[in-house]
Nanobody, 124 residues
Framework: QVQVVESGGGSVQAGGSLILSCRVF????????LGWFRQAPGKEREGVASINTFDDSTVQADSVKGRFTISQDKTKNTVYLQMNSLKPEDTALYYC?????????????????WGPGTQVTVSS
């Protein structure tokens, strides 16, 4: 049984930073990508960043380029989302998800396994 677990959310003032972590347990597929998504109240869930766990290639949403960085530590089987220069509009529930193919993607329908989410709140 695959389990996705996020951690690291919290509250921060605008301009601040947070780092989110994601671990996947029970995943035996050697070829996969992990992605970060977010959903604000009343809005659709949107892709933020994704990483190919084989070659570290990444893709990011235009809204976070230059501010957010996705990375992985293979020794810890953990993917991170470093979020800098946070804005109030970044406030959302952030989800980590895993899929069975290598190519990184921001399309939520590509992903098979999802975590419960971690809240990020940015105050002005």
């Amino acid at each position: 049984q695959v389990q996705v677990v996020e951690s690291g959310g919290g509250s921060v003032q605008a301009g601040g930073s947070l780092i989110l972590s994601c671990r996947v347990f029970g995943y035996t597929n050697s070829g996969n990508s992990l992605g970060w998504f977010r959903q604000a109240p009343g809005k659709e869930r949107e892709g933020v960043a994704s990483i190919n766990t084989f070659d570290d290639s990444t893709v990011q949403a235009d809204s976070v380029k230059g501010r957010f960085t996705i990375s992985q530590d293979k020794t810890k089987n953990t993917v991170y989302l470093q979020m800098n220069s946070l804005k109030p509009e970044d406030t959302a529930l952030y989800y980590c998800a895993a899929k069975d193919t290598y190519y990184p993607s921001l399309a939520r329908t590509d992903y098979k396994y999802w975590g419960p989410g971690t809240q990020v709140t940015v105050s002005s």
